[in-house]
C-alpha cells in the first residue's frame, strides 16, 4: 500500500467532519473519493497533505506517518487540493520556481510539466492572466514536480470545459500508466468510472464501501437491470408500485430497474403477467447507480 | 532556508503594499531636506539661543546629521505603521489566497516556512529604515553637507564628523531592531487570522496604546511603563548619549528581543497547530 489512513476523526466544534475512517491505496490503482458535499472528503484530503491534523487516527505515505514525519511522508506526493491558487501578481514560471525551491526540485522539471499540461507557451505569463482552466492545469504541473509517487487530485476538473476534462482525464490515463498512483476525488461518476481502478465512498464521514470498482459492481446487492419492454409506462407504473423495487425509471425509451439480483425473474413474471412484452433483460449496473444505492442506503439507514 | 526567504522576497517585492513605505519616504523626505535647506533660519535659531552665553556659534549648525536626528524623533512613532504593511500580510495573506495549500503540502517544515516569512520580514524592515538613512544621511549629507552634530538633550553634545558617522550607523542599527520587533508583533497577529488588515490594525492598536502609556505622566502608567514594549523603541536615541550608556542599551535590547522571542514563539505555536480549511 502506497498510502493507510488509520481510523481518522476530525471534529470542528460539535460537529464530525471525518469519523474513524480507514482507508488503503494499492500501489499504481487509480482511487476515487466519491461522497455528497459535506461528506468530509476535503477534509479527509486535507489530513492526507498534512494541511489539517487529525484529532484521532494516522496517515502513512510508503510508511511515513505524515503526522510524525511529514517532511519525509509528502517527499512522495504531488498534490492539488480544490482550487489552484496561486500569486496572481508572479509568472506561472516563477510560481513553479517558488514551488521547486520548496522541493528542492531542479528548476529544469518546470518547463517539462508546464509543457506536459499545455501551459508551455504561457509560462512567462502572469497567473492573473490566465483562465480558471489553465490554473487548474497549472495546479497540476506543480503537483507533477518533484515526480511524486502518489498524486493526490481533489476536484481536479472543477471549472474546466468539457474539452478541459478530457484532457485531465487522458494527462491521468497517462501517469497512471508511468506507475504513478493517483488518488482522485470528484463528483463526476462517469469520469470516475472511466479513469479509476478503485473507489471509496463516504457519507457523514463515516466510510461506506471501498475497493476495486468491478469488484463493488459484481458484488452489489442492488442490480440496476435494463430491460426492454414494448410498454415502458405501464411497465414503470406497475413495477414502481412494489416497494422491493428500489428505483424504476425509463430512460431512452428503456425501462431501468434497480433492483436485488434474486429478483429479476420476480420482475419478468410481473410484466409477462400483464401482457408486457419483455424482449432482452440486460444487467447494467454502473457506479452512478451503485453510488445512488448506497447512499440511498446509507440515508435510510 | 536562504531559498525559502529568497521565495518570500519575491512575494513582498511583488505586491504594490510593500512599496507605500518607499513612497511615502520618498516623497516626505525631499520635502524635509528642501524645508531644512531653505527655511532653518528659524531652527538655527532656536539651537543657537540654548547655547547663548556658553558658544559663540559660526556658520550654520544645520546639515545632514542634524536634519537626520530631528528626523528620527518625528517619525519613530509613524515608521513601525509602515513596517506593518508588509508583516501583516506575511503569513495571512497566503492563508486568504489559498497559497498554503500550496506550500504545506510540500516536504519542508512548518517552522521553516514560518522562519523563512518572519526573516524576509526582517530584511524589508531593515530595508525601509535604511532607505530612510539613505535620503536623510546620503541625500542630507549632498543637499545640507556634513559636519559638526550638536545634540541638545539634558546638556549639550557636540560630536565631530567622524564620530556623528558612527552614532548614526549605530542609531539606524538600533532602529532596525526595534523595527524587526515591531515586525514580529504583526507577524504574531497575521499568523493568527486570514486576512493582512486584522495584523495591521492589531499591531498599530498596541503600538499607540504603548505610546499613550509612556506619553501621559499618570503613576499607575509609570507603573507599568517597564513592561510596555513600546518604552524601549527610544534605544535609538541612546546612540546620541555620551558616553555611549552600553548597559541600558543592552538592556532595552534585551527586552525588545525578549518580547520578540515571546511574539514569534506565540506565532510558531498558531501556525503550527493551525488547520488549513480554506
Excluded at chain 1, 70 to 88: C, M, N, P, Q
Excluded at chain 2, 249 to 262: D, E, Q, R
Aim: aromatic share 8%; net charge neutral; proline share 3%.
Amino acid at each position: 500500500m502506497i498510502l493507510e489512513a488509520n481510523n481518522l476523526t476530525k471534529s470542528f466544534g460539535l460537529r464530525k467532519a471525518v469519523n474513524n475512517l480507514s482507508l488503503e491505496i494499492p500501489n499504481g490503482s487509480v482511487y476515487g473519493f466519491l461522497g455528497p458535499n459535506g461528506s468530509g472528503k476535503s477534509t479527509t484530503i486535507r489530513i492526507m497533505t498534512a494541511l489539517i491534523s487529525p484529532d484521532v487516527g494516522e496517515v502513512f505515505i510508503n510508511g511515513n506517518s505524515i503526522q510524525k514525519n511529514g517532511s519525509k511522508a509528502l517527499s512522495d506526493v504531488g498534490a492539488l487540493i480544490e482550487r489552484a491558487d496561486f500569486h496572481k501578481h508572479l509568472s506561472a514560471k516563477t510560481n513553479l520556481k517558488m514551488l521547486a525551491r520548496m522541493d528542492g526540485t531542479d528548476f529544469s522539471a518546470i518547463q517539462k510539466v508546464l509543457d506536459r499540461t499545455g501551459l508551455g507557451d504561457r509560462a512567462n505569463d502572469k497567473v492573473k492572466t490566465y483562465s480558471q482552466g489553465m490554473k487548474q492545469r497549472l495546479g497540476i504541473a506543480q503537483a507533477l514536480m518533484g515526480n511524486p509517487k502518489l498524486l493526490i487530485l481533489d476536484e481536479p476538473t472543477n471549472g474546466l470545459d468539457p474539452e478541459g476534462m478530457k484532457e485531465i482525464r487522458d494527462l491521468v490515463g497517462e501517469l497512471s500508466s508511468e506507475g504513478i498512483t493517483i488518488f482522485i476525488s470528484s463528483h463526476l461518476l462517469d469520469e470516475v468510472q472511466k479513469i479509476c481502478s478503485h473507489i471509496a465512498m463516504i457519507s457523514l464521514g463515516e466510510l461506506i464501501t471501498s475497493g476495486k470498482i468491478e469488484d463493488l459492481l459484481r458484488d452489489s446487492e442492488i442490480l440496476m437491470t435494463e430491460i426492454h419492454v414494448d410498454q415502458t409506462k405501464k411497465a414503470m407504473n406497475l413495477l414502481s408500485n412494489y416497494k422491493w423495487i428500489h428505483r424504476c425509471d425509463v430512460k431512452e425509451g428503456i425501462l431501468r430497474v434497480s433492483l436485488v439480483e434474486n429478483k429479476i425473474s420476480e420482475v419478468v413474471n410481473i410484466l409477462v403477467q400483464n401482457n408486457i412484452l419483455v424482449s432482452a433483460i440486460i444487467p447494467k449496473t454502473s457506479l452512478e447507480d451503485l453510488y445512488l444505492s448506497k447512499m440511498e442506503i446509507n440515508r435510510k439507514v | 532556508m536562504l531559498s525559502l526567504i529568497h521565495n518570500e522576497l519575491l512575494v513582498i517585492t511583488g505586491r504594490w503594499r510593500s512599496y507605500i513605505g518607499f513612497i511615502g519616504i520618498s516623497i516626505l523626505m525631499p520635502l524635509i531636506l528642501w524645508g531644512f535647506a531653505y527655511g532653518s533660519e528659524s531652527l538655527q535659531n532656536d539651537y543657537a539661543r540654548g547655547f547663548e552665553g556658553s558658544f559663540m556659534i559660526v556658520g550654520s549648525i544645520i546639515n545632514a546629521f542634524l536634519a537626520t536626528y530631528i528626523i528620527m524623533n518625528a517619525l519613530w512613532i509613524h515608521i513601525p505603521f509602515l513596517i506593518t504593511l508588509a508583516a501583516g500580510d506575511a503569513v495571512a495573506a497566503d492563508g486568504s489566497n489559498g497559497i498554503f495549500r500550496l506550500t504545506l503540502i510540500r516536504p519542508v517544515s512548518r517552522l521553516k516556512i514560518l522562519l523563512s516569512k518572519l526573516l524576509a520580514s526582517y530584511i524589508y524592515a531593515a530595508a525601509l529604515v535604511i532607505f530612510c538613512a539613505f535620503w536623510s544621511l546620503g541625500i542630507g549629507s549632498m543637499v545640507l553637507g556634513t559636519g559638526d552634530l550638536i545634540v541638545i538633550d539634558n546638556g549639550i553634545l557636540i560630536l565631530n564628523e567622524t564620530e556623528a558617522w558612527l552614532r548614526m550607523f549605530l542609531s539606524f542599527s538600533l532602529a532596525i531592531i526595534v523595527m524587526c520587533m515591531v515586525s514580529t508583533l504583526c507577524f504574531m497577529f497575521s499568523s493568527m487570522v486570514n486576512n493582512g488588515i486584522g495584523p495591521i490594525i492589531g499591531a498599530m492598536f498596541l503600538i499607540i496604546v504603548g505610546y499613550i502609556i509612556i506619553a501621559i505622566p499618570l503613576d499607575f502608567f509609570r507603573r507599568i511603563e517597564p513592561y510596555v514594549f513600546v518604552s524601549y523603541f527610544n534605544v535609538w536615541l541612546d546612540a546620541f548619549k555620551d558616553p555611549i550608556p552600553w548597559i541600558l542599551i543592552g538592556k532595552k535590547l534585551s527586552v525588545l528581543i525578549t518580547y520578540s522571542l515571546l511574539f514569534f514563539g506565540i506565532s510558531a505555536f498558531v501556525f503550527l497547530n493551525k488547520d488549513i480549511k480554506s
